[in-house]
Each structure stands twice: as structure tokens, then as C-alpha cells.
């Protein structure tokens, strides 16, 4: 299996990949050296920027090119395309354990300065065992102002053998000085069809449940995948796509806001539960706790513990965020089909599963009606960006729902 199987529907990104995978392969295999600071070798560059809505593969893309550069496979040197996935270069890089490819995702609400610093000081060093050094920031649109200077005078002055990766949904997620020392890939939607196809090839999933999970999340690989395979997820999608039929007065309106708010705290809770006991045992032991969260910390590691504490809190608040985001996502797919019936529109429902619903809030309004809703859950989402209170702007949403 090559390293490009799993990056769907983007033909023409592929082949410019391979394409700098090859010029990448001849600049250290013919003049023993990497391009300089600023200069590219044919289609090879130090810095790239992935754009592309959520779920288009954006960090695929950039992971299966990392593994591309790192390829050690006899077959490249007679001609053969860089990326091969068998070799221990592909491998390791593909799983991250390779000891030059450095991915970096985020589970907080940006990526400060320190972490930043960090990086650029891991890119300034030689390759250990590969032949570049990779940084993969799958989160570039999460780098705070700060943290996006210190970036840009990596990216303006790169060390011979390492490459930048950047991920975001688009270029006004990143700055301008670092976006104009980039080379830009666009990845777009990946079409249904070749999403189901993916999850029955690479997950086994059946395929009617495959093609399903595919046309309700539109394209977007990770949540098909997700849908297909976790029952809270479909629970949780369920729920939202009732919630139109439960707007019909103001203590509807409010109950449902609530419970998509709870909905999202749960998520939250999950989550802490699974990742912060772990992490705070495995701080105490490294601090030289006894074992039992009830023994005392040594003197002088209490700022530790602190920290970690203050980070696990930063990423309840983004999970819930993002948990939140998605049922948004989810509802406004709904008014979407809801309008695509209203207008007598051939394009393919994506919530064929609740059609019903679907018909019935169609009939009792009209488009004009279901377009101010669809409004109402986008200034929902603007509304959250800018920190309003969540219940305070979800409560906004349905009564709107209910109004439009």
C-alpha cells in the first residue's frame, strides 16, 4: 500500500506530492545536500501550506508526504515514485515513530509561544536517521499572534534539510508573512462515493453502512469514520436531528438548548476521564510521588502539577467547544435537505435517515423561512468563536429556530 492510498479524491494533489517527492529524493541522493534557506529543488520547497475544508485530509495529505520524503525503498532509486508505505522510512513515519518527522496537533485552544519555540529549535537540527527533518503542524490556524512570528523567522530562514508542513482550513487562517513563504496545496471535498469506498477498504465497514455514513457527513473522511463505528456518535447525531421537531414553543426551545449544551459536556467529561487520570499518575510518578492520589507531592512540584491541571482545563473547554461545533454542523445539514425539498432540488439528501423529519419541517414553512434558520445557526457559530457564553448562544439559536 502506497503512502497516497488513504488521501481520497485529490488526484491532482497527489501528483504534485510525488512529484516534490521525487526532486527531494534526487537533491539528497545526487548533490548531497538539500535545498538552502529559501530555495527549492524542481517541485521541492521547505515549507508548505495544506488548506481545505474539514474533513478533505488536509493532515493525510501532509503525513503521507512527510513519509514520502523519509522513503528508504530500493525501488526509488530505478525510477520508482518516493512512498512506498512498506519501508521502514514510510512505516514509521506513517505511525509516528520516526525520529525526524515531529507532528504536532493540539488538543487546547491555541498553540502559544513556548510550544512554538520548541519546534523551531527541533528544525534547526540535523536529521538523526532520515533524510530530512519534517515538521507536520497539523493546527496551523491555532498559533497565536505571538507564536506565528516566532514561526515566520523559522520559515524565512529554514535549515538545509528540514520541511515545514502546515495545515489549515484556508489561507486567512494563517498569517500573511508566513502564508507568502509557503507553496499552497488546496484539497477539496472528497466525493461521497470515494469516502464510502475508503472506510469499507480500509476499516471493513459494510457497505451500506459505509455509503450512509459517507452521505451524511458529506464527504468529511474522519466523522464518516466515526459514525460508522461509534454508537454514542450515532446517538449523539440522532438527537440533533430531532431537535427542529422540538422548537415548537419557548420551553422547547430552551430544553433543547440545554441539552445540546450537556450534550457537549458529556463529551467533555469522556474525555477528561479517559486522558487526565492517566496523565496526572503518570506526572506524579515522574515527580516522585508515591503511588495513590492521595499521597503527597515532594516539595517544589506543586507548579507542575498546577500546569498540567490548567492544560487538561483548556482542553475540556475545546472539547466541549468542538463537540458543540459538530452538532451545529449537524443541524445546519438538516435545514440544508429541508431546503433542497422545499425548492424541488435533485441534489442527493444527506439525511436520508430521518426523512420524515425532514418532510414535515419542510412543509411547514418555506424557504425563505429555512434560510434564516440555517443564518441563525451560523451567527451560533460566530457567536461561540467570540466566546459568548455557549447556553446563552445556543438559547439564541433555537428561538430563532423556532421564529424563522
Given amino acids: ?118 519546534l523551531v529549535r527541533r528544525a534547526q537540527l540535523s536529521p538523526a536517521v532520515g533524510r530530512w527533518q519534517v515538521i507536520v503542524l497539523e493546527d496551523a490556524d491555532r498559533l497565536t499572534e505571538g507564536a506565528g512570528n516566532v514561526l515566520l523567522k523559522a520559515v524565512e530562514e529554514p535549515a538545509p534539510r528540514t520541511v515545514w508542513l502546515l495545515c489549515a482550513p484556508s489561507l486567512e487562517d494563517v498569517l500573511p508573512t508566513i502564508r507568502s513563504r509557503c507553496r499552497l496545496l488546496t484539497l477539496r471535498t472528497p466525493p461521497v462515493a470515494a469516502v464510502a469506498d475508503l472506510l469499507v477498504r480500509r476499516d471493513g465497514i459494510e457497505p451500506e453502512i459505509a455509503g450512509q455514513s459517507a452521505r451524511a457527513t458529506q464527504g468529511h473522511i474522519g466523522r464518516a469514520r466515526r459514525l460508522a463505528t461509534d454508537e454514542r456518535t450515532r446517538a449523539r447525531r440522532t438527537a440533533v436531528l430531532r431537535l427542529p421537531l422540538r422548537v415548537d414553543d419557548v420551553g422547547g426551545c430552551l430544553k433543547a438548548a440545554q441539552e445540546l449544551i450537556d450534550a457537549a459536556s458529556e463529551d467533555a467529561k469522556q474525555v477528561a476521564e479517559e486522558v487526565d487520570t492517566k496523565e496526572t499518575e503518570e506526572l506524579r510518578a515522574a515527580l516522585g510521588a508515591a503511588a495513590g492520589t492521595g499521597s503527597r507531592l515532594p516539595r517544589g512540584t506543586a507548579g507542575a502539577m498546577k500546569e498540567l491541571q490548567d492544560r487538561q482545563k483548556r482542553r475540556s473547554t475545546r472539547t466541549q467547544r468542538d463537540s458543540l461545533d459538530l452538532a451545529l454542523v449537524d443541524l445546519t445539514g438538516f435545514y440544508r435537505d429541508v431546503l433542497a425539498m422545499q425548492l424541488g432540488s435533485r441534489v442527493e439528501l444527506a439525511n436520508t435517515d430521518v426523512r420524515d423529519a425532514l418532510q414535515r419541517v419542510a412543509s411547514g414553512s418555506g424557504p425563505e423561512g429555512t434560510l434564516r434558520r440555517i443564518e441563525a445557526i451560523i451567527e451560533c457559530r460566530r457567536a461561540l468563536d467570540r466566546n459568548v457564553a455557549p447556553l446563552l448562544a445556543v438559547e439564541a439559536m433555537t428561538m430563532a429556530l423556532r421564529a424563522g
Fill in 1 to 118: 500500500m502506497a503512502v497516497w492510498d488513504d488521501l481520497v479524491g485529490q488526484d491532482r494533489v497527489t501528483e504534485q506530492l510525488s512529484a516534490a517527492a521525487r526532486d527531494a529524493d534526487a537533491l539528497v541522493t545526487g548533490a548531497g545536500g538539500g535545498p538552502g534557506p529559501g530555495e527549492s529543488g524542481g517541485s521541492m520547497t521547505h515549507a508548505w501550506l495544506f488548506t481545505g475544508p474539514p474533513g478533505s485530509g488536509r493532515a493525510t495529505a501532509a503525513r503521507a508526504f512527510a513519509a514520502a520524503l523519509q522513503c528508504v525503498s530500493p525501488d526509488r532509486s530505478v525510477g520508482g515514485v518516493p512512498g512506498c508505505g512498506f519501508c521502514d522510512g514510510c512505516h514509521t513515519s506513517l505511525v509516528g515513530t520516526h525520529a525526524d518527522v515531529e507532528i504536532v496537533r493540539t488538543d487546547q485552544l491555541s498553540i502559544g509561544v513556548k510550544e512554538t519555540r520548541d
